[in-house]
């Protein structure tokens, strides 16, 4: 049966029926019950049943209106998406609008006519299952081609073509000069530890990778339970970040040239640019002071860059290496060289604020308010987060794998509340592990040779979660030892609560919904969002526009899992018709209104 005939609804009455159902909620709030007039010893009670439901009638009001304008759009626009055309396969909305290597981020909404879901490419395969397919990915997906491997230079020592249609990472061959492992132990010896296995207990946990390559170091980070972010700029003809997602490894889009990275101050425990072609000492240095920014306490900058620049124009001017103009740099900023060998450098930031104070009058002044949301801010010429409750160094922070009660109270989150929300979130996904099985479709294709898979402990490899709050869901992915890490996103409206999940060691980024996220197409297994879209309903972007991102960053037989609201999930499943997803709405049994949808996209083939 249609739309139009369950609900009346005609493209000429729905804004009349939209006026109608509007008062009608207006005059059930406004007129009381009874006609009886409260007495006064009732006054006190009738205003405090108004104010403690308010915030209640508020959201519920909120739904009512996402659900209406929803309806009202007509039966005609609820027709399925057209598929994209090939010149879309690796479309990256915000960035595409050049075709430089340094395309400038520039988000403008999608018009009417341009939305269509994005299709695979001729060759696209399901990536192999972890660990496996962290070292062989399938060629056909991704846009970096054979032959630009082939004229990389030094950098395919550590590439090799078993087929046509494969390409392996050996973590044995060159990340630079002797191997990646023996750089990683490098590193670890300038830092004084014993061995590159001890990078956890010496406080670093996060690192975040500038300009990654193709991936190997943040491999081999991952084998020590460090969590690496990638994050390289936008490449029109192939990509760092899209092929370290391909491997299943975190990594963003984005760059450092004009506008901060969307992560709040004293976000990383260490910053690493292994030859990531950036002039550290440009635009009176804003750009080291944006590692300095996002750097902990105690913190370490790695450089490695056997590139040399001459200062002056005489034919006999000294050439000053890049590592030496950022050491001149860093004494202004409270860095100290900590080691070197070959040309590899590493600075260790101060963990005492009160170095800046004893610095001289000439040096490069403290914020004065970086309490803001860094979401693509412009750069400022001033040293951030010395003020900040969370200055803790990095070796004194908690050494267990939880979260100490100080650093609750510095975020304040009360305790009992958190241990509740880890509670919640490791009950949801053993449910939802239970969910996540081909079986729950009667009609899901079976791929050519594949028995019945077990419920996906290696089909997913990645997940998003679009809402994480406090990064739970996270924590119950490790708690059950599941080979799977996160993306927790925290939505730039919401309660700011990434510091404690970049605290946690875990991988997040800051970012508004109503735009498209800074990733190539397919580069997620499992979206997951708890009641976003109930979020979304007070702001002024398109849900059909958010689906048709959500479909975009989702591999083919990838899944999503959407907690909401019954109404609100309801309207969910119609626009995961839209983009053709297979979609099941499931009751939670808890006696609330809350409802899961749980849907695959399909493998649309050519």
Not at 394 to 412: C, D, M, P, V
């Amino acid at each position: 049966m249609k739309l139009a005939s369950v609900f009346g609804l005609r493209p000429r009455i729905s804004g009349l029926l939209f006026l109608i159902l509007g008062v009608i909620a207006l005059i059930t709030i406004l007129v009381p019950n009874s006609d009886d007039s409260p007495s006064p010893t009732s006054t006190t009670r009738v205003t405090h049943n108004i104010f403690s439901n308010y915030g209640r009638i508020r959201e519920q009001a909120a739904i009512d209106y996402l659900d209406l304008r929803f309806f009202s759009l007509g039966v005609n626009r609820l027709k399925e998406f057209p598929l994209c055309g090939k010149e879309r396969e690796n479309y990256v909305p915000c960035y595409n609008v050049s075709e430089t290597i340094l395309a400038d981020r520039n988000c403008g909404s999608a018009r009417e006519e341009e939305r269509c879901v994005v299709r695979p490419p001729r060759d696209y395969k399901i990536p192999l299952r972890w660990p496996v397919g962290r070292d062989i990915v399938w060629s056909g997906n991704v846009k970096i081609t054979k032959d630009q491997f082939l004229s990389s230079g030094t950098m395919t020592k550590r590439l090799m073509l078993l087929e046509e249609n494969q390409i392996t990472f050996h973590s044995e061959d060159g990340l630079i000069f002797d191997g990646v492992k023996d750089y990683a132990f490098q590193i670890a010896e300038m830092i004084g530890l014993g061995s590159d296995t001890e990078f956890p207990q010496a406080g670093i946990r996060t690192v975040l990778d500038i300009g990654c390559g193709f991936g190997s170091f943040g491999a081999h980070l991952v084998s020590l339970n460090v969590m690496p972010i990638c994050i390289a700029e936008y490449e029109a003809s192939g990509s760092q970040v899209q092929l370290a997602l391909e491997r299943g490894l975190p990594a963003v889009i984005g760059n450092f040239f004009s506008k901060q990275l969307p992560y709040p101050a004293l976000s990383f425990d260490m910053v690493h640019c292994a030859q990531c072609g950036i002039t550290w000492d440009i635009k009176d240095s804003m750009l080291l002071l944006e590692v300095d920014r996002i750097l902990k306490p105690g913190g370490y900058f790695v450089l490695t860059s056997p590139t040399s620049k001459a200062h002056g124009n005489s034919p006999d001017a000294k050439k000053t290496s890049i590592s030496t103009r950022v050491d001149e740099l860093s004494k202004k900023i409270c860095w100290s060289l900590s080691g070197q060998q070959d040309e590899t450098f590493l600075w260790q930031k101060t963990a005492d604020p009160n170095c800046y104070s004893s610095r001289s009058q000439a040096s490069i002044p403290l914020c004065k308010d970086d309490n803001g949301v860094p979401y693509y801010q412009p750069l400022v010429p001033c040293i951030s987060g010395t003020k900040s409750k969370r200055w803790i160094p990095i070796q004194n922070r908690s050494k267990a794998s939880g979260t100490s009660l100080f650093e609750l109270e510095i975020h304040g989150i009360k305790p009992e509340e958190f241990d509740e929300d880890i509670q919640v979130w490791r009950s949801a996904l053993k449910n939802y592990w239970s969910l996540l099985t081909p079986l729950i479709f009667s009609d899901h294709p079976k791929r050519p040779g594949d028995e019945d898979p077990v419920p996906p402990f290696y089909m997913i490899r990645n997940a998003m979660d679009m809402n994480a709050r406090y990064g739970n869901l996270n924590h119950a992915f490790l708690n059950q030892g599941k080979s799977v890490w996160v993306m927790n996103v925290v939505p730039v409206k919401a309660r700011n609560t990434l510091p404690i999940i970049l605290d946690r060691g875990f991988a997040g980024v800051l970012h508004d919904w109503c735009e498209p996220f800074p990733t190539y197409p397919r580069t997620y297994d499992m979206l997951h969002a708890n009641e976003l879209l109930t979020h979304l309903s007070s702001e002024r972007c398109s849900l059909m526009d958010l689906f048709l991102e959500m479909d975009r960053i989702l591999r083919p037989e990838g899944w999503v899992v959407l907690s909401d609201k019954l109404g609100v999930i309801e309207m969910a499943r119609t626009l995961a018709a839209r983009v053709r997803w297979e979609a099941r709405v499931i009751d939670i049994q808890d006696g609330s209104d809350q409802r899961l949808l749980v849907c695959q996209k399909p493998f649309l083939k050519k």
